[in-house]
């Protein structure tokens, strides 16, 4: 979409389209629809054809037609359309974060782990069994937030993600950290596209372990990610 400039629109089916047929029509340029559930957007390289695909579903289904995409799935989306990229963030959903588990008050940190514990020291204190379901909620809402746009706090959220069984005192410390973390950075995100054309956006990929990083375990860590065109599309941090 970036890279080609395209236009993007985004729409809403009254109802979820589970399984039904769409109707399609050869084009000289195509285009490009992204569904998900009862959400889509249209990428075609004029607005006219947009239009034209538009009106095409509305003679089978009942739609809103939402303008220029501007979020999408809890996604902000930003273009620049002179430079053909696209910004993608959650910040939103990153502030909502905040508010939800009480951590507005937080001062801001520069980095997501807490660079006075060390890899393995978390998992120390006594256990609290009444916090886990508190504790997998942040785990669980960080999570998403690491794997869609935050590549920069997927470590910090796959270490506190071993101790979902039996969080400590000291984790429920060290929890707090990312919150502080993304309260300094809230609105970053990844930038996708950039004036090249599609044989020109390659694929490169990058791979890191910490061997026995874990003193208690012996275990290492790995991580990886790839990137398409310059801008990361997949990205992981396992023991």
């Not at 990083?213 to 790839?226: E, K």
Request: hydrophobic share 40%; proline share 6%.
């Amino acid at each position: 979409m970036a890279v080609l400039d395209l236009e993007c629109h985004q729409f809403d089916f009254n109802t979820a389209l589970l399984n039904a047929p769409i109707p399609a029509e050869k084009r000289e340029k195509g285009a490009l629809l992204v569904l998900y559930v009862d959400d889509f957007l249209i990428a075609a390289p004029s607005i006219t054809a947009i239009f034209e695909i538009r009106d095409q579903l509305l003679q089978h289904f009942k739609l809103k037609h939402m303008g220029e995409v501007k979020t999408f799935l809890g996604f902000d989306v930003v273009r620049n359309r002179p430079e053909r990229t696209v910004f993608v963030s959650q910040a939103r959903y990153t502030r909502a974060l905040i508010t939800k588990f009480e951590y507005d008050d937080l001062y801001g940190v520069n980095t997501p782990w807490p660079q006075d514990v060390k890899v393995g020291d978390h998992k120390t204190g006594d256990e609290l069994p009444d916090q886990q379901k508190s504790y997998i909620k942040k785990t669980g809402s960080l999570s998403y937030l690491s794997m869609d746009t935050r590549p920069d706090i997927t470590f910090t959220i796959n270490k506190l993600c071993e101790a979902n069984v039996k969080p400590t005192a000291d984790l429920l410390t060290v929890m707090k950290h990312p919150f502080r973390y993304l309260i300094k950075n809230t609105d970053v995100g990844i930038v996708l596209g950039g004036k090249l054309s599609p044989p020109n956006m390659d694929m490169k990929a990058f791979g890191d372990a910490s061997y026995a990083d874990d003193p208690m375990t012996r275990h290492s860590t790995g991580g990886h990610i790839v990137f398409i065109a310059g801008g990361p599309v997949y990205w992981k941090s396992k023991k």
